[in-house]
Structures are given as structure tokens and as C-alpha cells.
């Protein structure tokens, strides 16, 4: 599994409070192995605050692993995609159910730093409109 760089918030910021931000989906492209996408969701899902972030895993998989991961994860939503789903695809089936305002992409072998959502979150409150 590959980590992501970390990126670190300017001196002195605070991550962004309810309602100060835009609200984030964070789309998990996933066709690797189950261990692989463990790995990325208990990096990413405590980063997640209430109202504020979702995480929405497309992943390219038979459906009775859904129910598996629904139970593991019910904080995630998880999108069914054939066994053959290319990553573009995979990127677009959860991005077609995203509800955020900002849509993050991440593949599952990837596992985001402490921080990361937070980061994203101030650098896209500060971006002008």
C-alpha cells in the first residue's frame, strides 16, 4: 500500500468548524484486495466528522461482499460496480452518488494521512469562489 505525501496546515490554522466549510465526498475507488481497502477506510473514516464529510467507496466486486463491507462500515456507502470496472469508472459510479460539495478521489490502496481531510477542508475554504 502506498501512502499519501502528508500535507500540513499553515502555521497557527485550525481545521474548519460545522458550517465553515464546504461539505466533502470522499470517493474510494476499490478493486484491490479486501486488506487494501481495511487499510484505507480506518485511515480515512476517523478523519470524517459528522455532517461535515462522507466517504462513498464504488467498488468492483460480486454483491454479497456489499453486505459484508455495510456491516464492517456502516458509516460508508458503497456503490456496486462489475468485477471488470476500470478505476475511471470506479471513479465515476461514486462520484455519480457523492452529496458533497468537493469530491476527493482515492483509490484504495492508497492511505491518507492523519491530517489529510482536514487539510482539504481548510485549503477548500480558503479557495476563492
Do not use: K, N
Not at 502555521?11 to 466533502?24: C, Q, S
Not at 462489475?82 to 465515476?92: F, G, K, M, N, V
Amino acid at each position: 500500500m502506498t501512502p499519501v505525501r502528508p500535507a500540513l496546515l499553515p502555521p497557527g490554522a485550525r481545521g474548519p468548524r460545522l458550517g465553515e466549510a464546504p461539505t466533502i465526498s470522499v470517493v474510494v475507488a476499490s478493486y484491490r484486495d479486501r486488506h487494501s481497502l481495511d487499510a484505507c477506510l480506518d485511515a480515512l473514516i476517523p478523519q470524517c466528522r459528522l455532517g461535515e464529510a462522507e466517504v462513498v467507496v464504488a467498488r468492483a466486486a460480486a454483491p454479497g461482499q456489499l453486505q459484508e463491507l455495510t456491516r464492517a462500515y456502516p458509516t460508508v456507502r458503497f456503490v456496486a460496480a462489475p468485477c471488470d470496472a476500470t478505476i475511471p469508472e470506479l471513479r465515476a459510479a461514486g462520484m455519480a452518488e457523492a452529496e458533497g460539495d468537493i469530491v476527493a478521489l482515492v483509490e484504495d490502496h492508497r492511505i491518507v494521512p492523519p491530517g489529510w481531510l482536514t487539510v482539504l477542508a481548510h485549503a477548500s475554504a480558503r479557495a476563492p469562489r
